[in-house]
């Protein structure tokens, strides 16, 4: 990084500066969801299914609207041209009374009991190179709570509770406190002539939904990765099309009974979203996402795995056969999603369609789409009381329940894989919505912006645990969450001040009892 930093010319490097920053807003921040309140807003096409350049987005959007409510406080933002950027630090605490609790929290895993995490960097531009270093430190107090099966030998009893043989999902990081050091949202990028590469630890946030997405989210720490596509949505003639194709490294946790041979992961995946020309509010795309057993010179052919990786099984059944050299071990997901936006309304409908494994043909695949497979989908819309006060309401809702082919061929949980047995996770976390292991979702979530701030309540369901087969033999039979959260995100200054607090409801946790948490949350970022 220290070479990197060289490469500042002199006059540039004397221009630090700090404050509030577009800089900030990045995939599943608060400015991110900001920006998606604004898009309701603006008539400007923009694309949602590959959120990457946030900040950017951000500064078009608020610029082209004559009124917003933050518009005053992002309005003193001066990041046009190069020099140094001092991110606002930031310091945020998480305590759950019972048992571990959190959704979409990223490098956060927030056990029982305290869990503490601070974040601050830099950000350096000069030319096409920007270089972005943000470290998250976090430490979990871990404390002990009721395990589904605490009779499992070792470390078996904080795995998965139903398959802990097929994903690294454990209940609980271990007995004892953890702590470790995140390379958080840090980034090395050079982008040119609407092309951008870069070698990259950021979240991604692939498809349209915000609270279950089915590929990509916030669900786990970002991982480490090389990438090439698109800086910006560029034209080609009959659509304006964004993509990136990455190759990455994703480990298992310390719990994971997985072979040491396949602890560490390949990952190559691709995804491409475009609006038609035309059509400048609707949206559509897909993703690849393939696990790999890790070896080093596979690299360079990663790549190419996402455009030409197995679409179906006919004729290629040794590929599936564990007693054959032939034998191929990828675990991949695949998705398509849309979104359409109705400026006019302030309003937005979208949805996403993922399914685990090649289909046998694309007989099998017209005849039983339903077959490993999920779907979400969600709703946006806004309601200005004024000029500087944006009301915003929200719902997503999303089913991978195992369907009613289980009758007559078998099915796993989406994310699970009988090789690959970290499944579609990073370091003992989901890469997507952990609604979508096997289970359903739905959430409803009101935001108010105002000029000091913004002011959120939401009520979220999910199954947390269901019969590994279709339906359930009574109400007993399903594990399921209530969770209603209210919080508030207050400016003070160059202070954002946050609070929240969340009240939930678990229903026959484990298939046992009935039992209740409250997770309280505290954070501020602050000038240096």
Do not use: C
Request: cysteine-free; proline content about 6%; glycine content about 10%.
């Amino acid at each position: 990084m220290a070479l990197v930093l060289l490469d500042v010319p002199a006059a540039e490097a004397q221009r630090v500066r700090t404050g509030v920053s577009w800089l900030e807003a990045t995939p599943n921040s608060e400015l991110e969801g900001y920006l998606r309140a604004l898009q309701l807003d603006a008539s400007t096409p923009r694309l949602q299914g590959l959120r990457t350049d946030v900040a950017d987005e951000l500064r078009r959007a608020g610029r082209s609207l004559p009124a917003h409510p933050w518009r005053a406080r992002l309005a003193r933002d001066t990041t046009a041209g190069g020099g140094i950027y001092l991110l606002r630090p930031a310091v945020g605490m998480v305590v759950n009374t019972n048992f571990p609790f959190g959704t979409a929290d990223g490098a956060v895993w927030a056990g029982r009991g305290l869990t503490v995490a601070a974040r601050a960097g830099a950000v350096v531009v000069a030319g096409p190179l920007s270089v972005r270093i943000e470290p998250v430190l976090l430490r979990a107090q871990n404390d002990a709570f009721a395990l589904f099966d605490p009779a499992r030998p070792g470390d078996r009893r904080f795995a998965d509770p139903l398959e802990p043989e097929a994903i690294d999902l454990p209940q609980r990081f271990g007995a004892r406190p953890f702590q470790r050091l995140d390379l958080g949202d840090s980034e090395i990028r050079v982008a040119g002539r609407g092309l951008a590469v870069g070698l990259s630890h950021a979240l991604q946030g692939w498809g349209p939904a915000t609270a279950f997405p089915l590929v990509l989210g916030a669900g786990a720490p970002g991982f480490a990765h090389a990438y090439a596509g698109t800086a910006r949505p560029v034209s080609v003639g009959l659509a304006r099309v964004h993509a990136r194709v990455l190759v990455g490294r994703l480990e298992q946790s310390a719990i994971s009974s997985t072979p040491d041979s396949l602890a560490v992961r390949l990952a190559s995946a691709a995804v491409v979203t475009l609006v038609p020309r035309g059509l400048p509010n609707f949206e559509v795309g897909g993703t690849r996402f393939f696990h790999r057993r890790w070896r080093a010179g596979d690299l360079a052919a990663a790549w190419r795995v996402p455009f030409e990786g197995l679409l179906f099984k006919e004729g290629q059944l040794r590929l599936d056969d564990t007693t054959s050299t032939a034998f191929l071990t990828d675990n991949q997901l695949a998705s398509a999603f849309f979104r359409w936006r109705l400026p006019g309304a302030g309003a937005e409908v979208y949805g996403e369609f993922a399914r685990n494994d090649a289909s046998f043909n694309l007989r099998e695949l017209i005849t039983q789409p339903d077959h490993s497979t999920a779907y979400t989908l969600g709703a946006r819309a806004r309601r200005r009381r004024r000029a500087d006060r944006l009301l915003v309401v929200g719902g997503e809702v999303v089913n991978a329940r195992i369907t009613h082919l289980d009758r007559v061929r078998p099915q796993a949980r989406l994310y699970q894989h009988a090789v690959l047995t970290q499944g579609h996770t990073h370091r003992g976390q989901l890469l997507a919505a952990a609604a979508a292991l096997g289970g359903a979702g739905a959430t409803v979530t009101l935001d108010e912006y105002t000029p000091s701030g913004r002011s959120s309540v939401s009520w979220e369901r999910a199954v947390r645990l269901g019969p590994l087969r279709e339906g359930a033999d009574g109400p007993g039979a399903i594990d399921v969450t209530h969770a209603l959260r209210i919080a508030r995100t207050h400016f003070r200054g160059g202070v954002d001040l946050s609070a929240g607090g969340t009240l939930v409801w678990e229903l026959n946790r484990d298939f046992r009892r009935d039992a209740f948490n409250f997770r309280l949350e505290l954070g501020a970022r602050f000038p240096w």
